[in-house]
T-cell receptor, first 113, second 117 residues
Framework: GGIITQTPKFLIGQEGQKLTLKCQQNFNHDTMYWYRQDSGKGLRLIYY???????QKGDLSEGYDASREKKSSFSLTVTSAQKNEMAVFLC????????????FGPGTRLLVL | GDSVTQTEGPVTVSESESLIINCTYSATSIAYPNLFWYVRYPGEGLQLLLK?????QKGSSRGFEATYNKETTSFHLQKASVQESDSAVYYC??????????????FGLGTTLQVQP
């Protein structure tokens, strides 16, 4: 087994601020994902990475940057926080192959004042 | 395109009653869809409840069942007798080989289940 750790757990930012969220996994999984969850809108894919140093845009990549520094970590940056923005960011990982089960972290809750 | 539609919540049932949460999918770009139910219990992270990767098969976990029906493009979640501890948000998700095997999942909006004692 393994776990996914996300930091910070809560993030309060100011409008226009650049904010970075971090994700670590010890599953030794190849692929990692960042999702955004807004109330009543389900999960939407922001970025994903198939392997170290790979980056792929998801459906909601505008306004975000990502970085896969090493196999175990995947960071997401909100390039300019929007006023009154409130969402939960979920990190996930999965192993390479046809098996599609993703394992999720506990999430980072963002609030922009 | 690829999409998932599930029962709009909240769904409220009494303990020991039966439950069905509907899920239908559209998989236009996925040759062999995999289907999942994820659950988020209060205060916990999103976790896999059950999955089925072959059409016609049934998955089960914690008393819940779901059958992958390719003809009706459905994957409804059922339980014969719910408990208060089943109160959670349930997400139906669609995945499968999508050119490069990225493993992307497409989620429904989630259904909040409230079980009354």
């Amino acid at each position: 087994g393994g776990i996914i750790t996300q930091t910070p757990k809560f993030l309060i930012g100011q409008e226009g601020q650049k904010l970075t969220l971090k994700c670590q996994q010890n599953f030794n999984h190849d692929t990692m994902y960042w999702y955004r969850q807004d109330s009543g809108k389900g999960l939407r894919l922001i970025y994903y990475s198939i392997t170290e140093n790979d980056l792929q845009k998801g459906d909601l990549s505008e306004g975000y940057d990502a970085s896969r520094e090493k196999k175990s970590s995947f960071s997401l940056t909100v390039t300019s926080a929007q006023k009154n923005e409130m969402a939960v960011f979920l990190c996930a990982s999965k192993d390479w192959g046809r098996e599609d089960t993703q394992y999720f972290g506990p999430g980072t809750r963002l609030l922009v004042l | 395109g690829d999409s998932v539609t599930q029962t709009e919540g909240p769904v409220t049932v009494s303990e020991s009653e039966s439950l069905i949460i509907n899920c239908t999918y559209s998989a236009t770009s996925i040759a062999y869809p995999n289907l999942f139910w994820y659950v988020r219990y209060p205060g916990e992270g999103l976790q896999l409840l059950l999955k089925v990767i072959t059409a016609g098969q049934k998955g089960s976990s914690r008393g819940f069942e779901a059958t992958y029906n390719k003809e009706t493009t459905s994957f409804h979640l059922q339980k014969a007798s719910v408990q208060e501890s089943d109160s959670a948000v349930y997400y139906c998700a669609l995945g499968g080989p999508q050119g490069g095997n990225t493993g992307k999942l497409i989620f429904g909006l989630g259904t909040t289940l409230q079980v009354q004692p």
